[in-house]
């Protein structure tokens, strides 16, 4: 039942697509919908690339373990975006109509030199495909009552590249939309049916210290050690910081950013919700108590009737997907043109079928690193911090000053990962500190005797 | 301006960390209101 909803998904997926394509006759059509987007449609698409399958499933169990303390996490993140973006993107969004920039890639290359691209593209490859992969073998394990394993990682890439390559970006923002509502109703539609399990005026002091922080799970450390990574989320997750080049004029750029605010607020307060419904059923006795945060959505779709089941499951799909599609076709543009410095719809076309593929056998063949890096992934990311902060903020730093902040906070994101010598500092701090230290520092130098010279 | 009012909401949403142990909805209906607050803020201000 639930491999024929995913058909329909599918097939509504394609009518979308191919109702909404337009000629595209350069690369900038291609990724950016040649800048041509309208605001509403840029908030939905922004939102469904940011809210993966994490939200109705990661988000819900580990509200369901930890308490308030993940909707804190996740609203630290909501303010940090919108902060970010209503000082930095009307900048960027202007920068990148006079410069024809396509990527962050683009960004840096005028301000750094074309070399700090052509390494900053693996890196982010590094990160986000593990990322990528891990979607979708959340996906064929969703489906794995129906099909083998494998079967369900085809049928994801086949989704993921399928949209992508036919319409670029333009399809992609249309379906993002369409099933960025279906997301939200669905989420309803779940609060709605959990509320209906338990009993009138619910006593949720029961829930004790989960309804505060700090507590046994939401430490200071481990908070910051979430918040940190997904604070500067908007600046240094590409496939959101190529979202700002989208809108058609600045007031859409604005309307971009409060629609994603509402949506974002109200996904999150939907989602942590259900998490603090589901343990307070487990309390009354009326949901069996979990103790994997993964398996409390699952264990929620096995107890409410099967078309509510199968309506949530598929937009756990389509919130998987939407956030695939979109990693897959930033990282086609950085492919392209920050690394080989090819202009021509066809490479990316063929680049979104590669990086689809080099998900899908990271994902069947599931190696343990695929998960710490798809952990990682956000922290990684962060070196790029004070490469942005660079362009508008400080005069000093150049190329060599940005690789070596690249190469620098990346390798210690991953040697900190695996040696765990952390001194109970989180790792997203360390890996601030050392990129920025290392900015400053060979900022210095590069000023001092590289210029001398 | 920007730097006073990224610590305003920072300040603003790490208050339940020092204040609030009730065993209730608060801390929950706290964080809502404090980030619907600001993106109403930033909804109505010129950028």
């Known amino acids: 039942m639930l491999l024929y909803a995913l058909l329909l998904y599918l097939a509504i997926g394609t009518i979308i697509t191919v109702l909404t394509m337009r000629k595209i006759l350069t690369d900038e059509d291609y990724y950016i919908g040649g800048r041509k987007v309208g605001g509403v449609i840029s908030a939905l698409t922004y939102a469904a690339t940011t809210y993966s399958a994490f939200m109705m499933v990661g988000l819900v169990g580990l509200t369901y373990i930890s308490g308030v303390g993940a909707l804190g996490f996740e609203l630290f993140y909501l303010v940090g975006t919108l902060m970010l973006l209503s000082y930095y993107a009307p900048k960027l969004w202007k920068i990148g109509k006079e410069k024809n920039f396509i990527t962050p890639g683009d960004v840096f290359s005028s301000r750094y030199g074309k070399n700090v691209a052509k390494i900053l593209t693996p890196f982010i490859a590094l990160a986000l495909i593990p990322y990528t992969s891990l979607q979708f073998v959340g996906i064929s394990l969703l489906l794995s009552k129906e099909i083998s394993f494998e079967f369900g990682v085809a049928f994801s890439a086949l989704f993921t590249a399928f949209w992508a390559f036919l319409g670029g970006l333009r399809s992609v923002a249309w379906t993002d939309a369409i099933f960025g509502i279906f997301m939200l109703s669905m989420a309803i539609l779940a609060v709605f049916y959990a509320s209906s399990l338990l009993p009138p005026s619910p006593d949720f002091s029961k829930l004790g210290e989960l309804l505060y922080v700090p507590n046994s799970f939401w430490r200071y450390d481990v908070f910051i050690s979430y918040t940190l990574p997904w604070f500067f989320f908007a600046l240094t997750n590409p496939q959101v910081f190529q979202r700002i080049f989208i809108p058609k004029d600045e007031a859409s750029l604005k309307r971009m950013v409060v629609i994603f605010g509402f949506f974002g607020l109200l996904y999150t307060i939907l989602v942590t919700f259900l998490g603090l419904q589901l343990r307070l059923l487990t309390e009354y006795d009326l949901f069996p108590k979990i103790s994997d945060r993964d398996l409390v959505t699952p264990k929620f779709l096995e107890i409410i009737p099967s078309w509510l089941s199968i309506a949530i499951a598929v937009s756990i799909f389509a919130a998987a997907i939407t956030t695939a599609n979109s990693i897959v076709l930033t990282l086609s543009s950085m492919f392209t043109r920050d690394l080989f410095n090819n202009r021509s719809v066809m490479a990316g076309r063929i680049f979104v079928v590669l990086i689809t593929l080099a998900i899908a056998i990271f994902a069947i063949q599931r190696p343990a690193y695929i998960v710490d890096l798809a952990i990682m992934s956000s922290t990684i990311l962060l070196c790029q911090l004070p490469l942005i902060f660079g362009v508008f903020h400080w005069k000093s730093g150049g190329q060599i000053a940005a690789i070596s902040t690249l190469v620098a906070g990346f390798l210690t994101a991953i040697l900190l990962y695996y040696t765990k010598k952390t001194l109970g500092i989180p790792i997203a701090v360390w890996v601030l500190l050392m990129s920025f230290a290392v900015f400053f520092l060979v900022a210095f130098l590069e000023k001092r005797f590289i210029k001398e010279s | ?47």
């Open chain 2, 1 to 47: 301006m920007r730097w006073i009012e990224a610590l305003i909401v920072i300040f603003a949403m790490s208050v339940p960390f020092s204040v609030m142990k009730d065993q209730n909805l608060t801390t929950y209906l706290y964080w809502t209101v404090v980030s619907a607050s600001y993106l109403i803020f930033i909804a109505l201000r010129r950028w």
